[in-house]
């Protein structure tokens, strides 16, 4: 049984930072692309940012660009959202989730085919 877990999440506030990881098991990390979506209350899923097999491509959207860095450390199996300067509309669920690929489209939903079970960030003071 193969799964993702995120963690890392948390009560943090306006211009602090959380570092959110995303430990794979059952399966080898590298082979995979690895994205981070949110989804706040009322509102759909968005794709945050994806990272490639090798760490070398990453994607970002517009709204965290420059503020987010995603990385991965294949040895040990974890991929890390790195999050600075975090605003009130940051907050949502977090979620990892892994594709076999990695396009231009890596921000779609139907890209990936597991996803983690999600982890709680809020934004307030």
């Known amino acids: 049984q193969f799964q993702l877990v995120e963690s890392g999440g948390g009560l943090v506030q306006p211009g602090g930072s959380l570092r959110l990881s995303c430990a794979a098991s059952?399966?080898?990390?590298?082979?995979?692309?690895i994205g981070w979506f949110r989804q706040a209350p009322g509102k759909e899923r968005e794709g945050v940012s994806s990272?490639?097999?090798?760490?070398?491509?990453?994607f970002y959207a517009d709204s965290v660009k420059d503020r987010f860095t995603i990385s991965r450390d294949n040895a040990k199996n974890t991929v890390y959202l790195q999050m600075n300067s975090l605003k009130p509309e940051d907050t949502a669920v977090y979620y990892c989730?892994?594709?076999?690929?990695?396009?231009?489209?890596?921000?779609?939903?139907?890209?990936?085919?597991?996803w983690g079970q999600g982890t709680q960030v809020t934004v307030s003071s």
């Open positions: 989730a892994r594709a076999t690929s990695h396009s231009i489209r890596w921000y779609l939903s139907s890209q990936y085919d597991s």
């Open positions: 059952g399966f080898t990390l590298v082979n995979y692309t």
């Open positions: 990272i490639s097999r090798s760490g070398t491509i990453k």
